[in-house]
């Protein structure tokens, strides 16, 4: 029997518990089977702006696409001179790790002594193992964004979708948990539970938070622009009360231009249905010359903003033409899943511990192999190639997938049907089983 198959009957056992109207993957795969076809519909709908947002996408994808080309085609390059820029010209800290164990070490040089970190947008953070060997080290982590601080609420461990991570929970079942948590009694609406946090939360991330950690949405090479979209509020006010605001990205968020990194981070809007009600463009600490002209570093905003850009994979991936070296396109919109058909049909079953849908089990195999990408249902792929036809960047993931399936194949981990097929068409040259 193949490895495949243990996996497979493990997966098979996990969906099962779908059709348990109690269990967390029931309730998870209902909320979100109704808000991809919500968040679908929406696109073509101008209920937003006089454009609808597939127009928007639409009008920009051609432009999209040549960035995120050029940008691979020039990465060495783009990082050099965005190093340089931030350096020089912005007064930041800059570091590059070659790996992600690069990364953990400067960031912990950066921590120094202190031993709280509040956070947001931190899936960089996650991707790059960051996070856990945070906890690991005993760093105390604060979630800012209201999705990650009802997941940890909830103490809600399973994959979840990035954007409104814990949208899945009814208000009733929040309340209760503050009541249990907290000995706070809250109408169950969600007008009550934000102004508690903000009562509560707002005043300590003006006045305690000494560093913060964020990613970037995109960052531009020639004059260093990190830009971080949100709509909470959280962000600007970790990057601005803070005394160190240190950002963790990977190398490909960096983009030629100024107006390249706005196309994707508006895109990145757009694509979501989402409206972002601050971008903040960061181009160094705060700063003022306004005694004697003599410039000091640290007035209202952050004293230091350091960039960590992370390697590990990719110029690899760019260099030995890896079969996901297209993958270095991806914009991290996350939209993909809104059409994914193993999504709408398996939930977060189709995950990894990264995230959810088919470009998180790609992250999957990149840090962790072929039979991690396995286990986190690589094989519930339906090949259908709706994330192929409608990715903004151009990405052939379908493709992508299709390479895994056929690595995760020739290790003997498919399903033994597959394999009984596979074996049935090479033998007989006849599909039918
Ligand atoms: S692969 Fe998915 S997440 Fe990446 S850019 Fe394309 S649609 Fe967005
Ligand atoms: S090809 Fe696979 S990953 Fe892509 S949308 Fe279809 S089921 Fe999802």
Same mark, same amino acid.
């Given at each position: ?48 702006y006089? +454009? ?38 912005? +007064? ?9 164990e690069?990364?953990h ?30 906890e ?6 604060i979630?800012t ?54 009562? +509560? ?12 950690l964020t990613?970037a ?22 990057? /601005?009360?803070v ?8 190398? &490909? ?16 809007? /757009?694509?979501?249905n ?13 700063? &003022? ?26 110029? /690899? ?21 809104y ?22 089990? %790609? ?20 090949g ?15 493709? %992508? ?7 995760? &194949? ?12 596979q074996?049935? %068409?090479? +033998?007989?040259?006849?599909p039918?089983?």
């Amino acid at each position: 029997m193949s490895m495949g198959e243990d996996y497979y009957r493990e997966l098979k056992a996990k969906i099962e518990k779908l059709r348990n109207e109690d269990s967390l993957e029931h309730k998870f795969h209902e909320f979100w089977k109704l808000g991809c076809t919500a968040k679908y519909k929406a696109f073509e709908l101008k209920f937003l702006y006089e +454009n609808s947002s597939r127009e928007f996408v639409e009008k920009y994808k051609e432009q999209l696409i040549k960035i995120r080309e050029e940008c691979i085609e020039d990465l060495e390059k783009n990082v050099e001179k965005c190093m340089k820029v931030m350096k020089k010209a912005n +007064n930041m800290r800059v570091y590059y790790a070659k790996t992600n164990e690069d990364a953990h070490r400067y960031f912990m040089e950066e921590l120094g002594g202190t031993r709280v970190l509040f956070k947001s947008k931190s899936n960089e953070a996650k991707d790059i193992g960051l996070i856990e060997f945070l906890e690991e080290e005993g760093i105390e982590l604060i979630e800012t964004d209201m999705g990650d601080i009802i997941l940890e609420l909830m103490e809600y461990d399973h994959p979840t979708y990035q954007l409104g991570p814990g949208a899945h929970f009814k208000e009733e079942e929040i309340v209760q948990k503050i009541k249990e948590k907290h000995g706070v009694e809250l109408e169950p609406n969600a007008q009550a539970i934000v102004d508690y946090y903000r009562e +509560n939360f707002r005043k300590e991330l003006l006045n305690k938070v000494k560093i913060s950690l964020t990613s970037a949405n995109a960052i531009s090479a020639d004059d260093g622009t990190i830009f971080l979209g949100e709509n909470e509020g959280n962000i600007s006010l970790l990057t /601005r009360a803070v005394d160190t605001h240190i950002v963790v990205c990977g190398i &490909t968020k960096i983009v030629p231009t100024i107006i390249d990194a706005l196309i994707i981070t508006k895109i990145q809007e /757009r694509i979501n249905n989402v409206s972002f009600r601050y971008i903040s463009l960061i181009s160094g600490p705060s700063n &003022t010359s306004d005694i004697q002209g003599k410039q000091v570093q640290g007035m209202y905003g952050a004293k230091e903003v350091v960039v960590i850009f992370v390697d590990d994979w990719r110029i /690899r991936a760019k260099e030995e033409d890896m079969p996901y070296k297209d993958f270095l396109k991806c914009i991290s919109c996350k939209s993909c899943i809104y059409l994914c058909t193993a999504f709408r049909a398996f939930g977060n079953l189709y995950a990894s511990k990264y995230g959810i849908g088919g470009p998180m089990i %790609i992250r999957d195999y990149i840090h962790n192999g072929i039979e991690a990408a396995v286990k986190d249902g690589l094989f519930l792929c339906s090949g259908c190639e709706n994330c192929t036809n409608w990715c903004p960047a151009g990405i052939d993931l379908a493709q %992508i997938i299709r390479m895994l399936k056929k690595e995760a &194949t020739d290790n003997n981990l498919c399903p033994l049907t597959l394999k009984e097929y596979q074996e049935k %068409i090479i +033998n007989e040259k006849n599909p039918f089983l």
